[in-house]
């Protein structure tokens, strides 16, 4: 990617108070973007503290403004804000999720129905109604990017978390016929499938032996860190990935090949 490909452009990033959704923040503006870093209400102080230290490093600058992406209202706030600080909107990068969230593994048969259809509301639902919101900021400006994040569960599908793994595999069936749809209006939509990464969220919902193990099974045997998904989300949020749509790029060193 163009050093300076995102200069100038705007983006939506959802999930950002914090973690990963944090880091993109940090790099969309390093690479010259500007971002409406959203999230949780709860999130509002270290979401604008992260937005404003963003800023500060520039060249490009972040707002945060409080989003719930399940709901229609919240969301059409956040593209608005978009409108009236940067003048309109060139993409999304929907990073929010439930995944710290989860607590301790345990059976599917253990599951309730309202633990599924909570991670199912927010993971799948949520990522449906932020496409559905910037679609028309979208086409006003002539098309634009949509990258969704999916995880590589979706193809692993280990034991202890069935409602989180069955979510990522119907975001990349989101992806997949997103990109149909919306092809003819000049937008893309792909998908970033990580690992497993190893931050704080990570070990609300894994042991230790675990992240470690999971790393030795890489062909760069090593843990994941956010900055390692860096480069895949910019390329496919910005202008060189005008091509390509549809798909699904796996960021996990090499332990899941596709």
Known sequence: MSSNGHRGRTVLVTGAGGGIGAVYVRALTAAGA???AAD???????????????????????VFTPVDITD??????????????FGGLDGLLNNAAIYAGLGPKKPLTELTTDEWDRVLTVNVRGAFQAVRAV?????????GRIVLISSTVARTGPAGFAHYVASKAAVEGL?????????PAGITVNCV????????GTRAVNTEDYIAK????RSVPREMT??????????????????VSGQTVVVDGGGVFV
């Not at 679609?135 to 098309?143: E, F, I, Q």
């Not at 499938?193 to 704080?200: D, H, K, M, W």
């Open 135 to 143: 679609v028309p900021a979208l086409t006003a400006r002539g098309g």
């Open 214 to 217: 999971v790393a030795g099974t």
């Open 175 to 183: 992806t997949r016929a997103a990109a149909r749809e919306l092809g």
């Open 72 to 85: 229609d209202t919240s969301l059409a706030a956040a593209v608005e804000v978009a409108t009236t600080e």
């Open 34 to 36: 500007n971002v409406v």
């Open 226 to 243: 956010p900055e390692d998904l860096v480069g895949a989300a910019l390329w496919l949020a910005g202008p060189d990935s005008g091509f």
């Open 193 to 200: 499938a990580p690992g497993l990464v190893s931050n704080e």
């Open 40 to 62: 949780l209400s709860a999130t509002a102080d270290p979401g604008t503290e992260n937005a404003e230290k963003a800023t500060a490093a520039g060249p490009g600058r972040a």
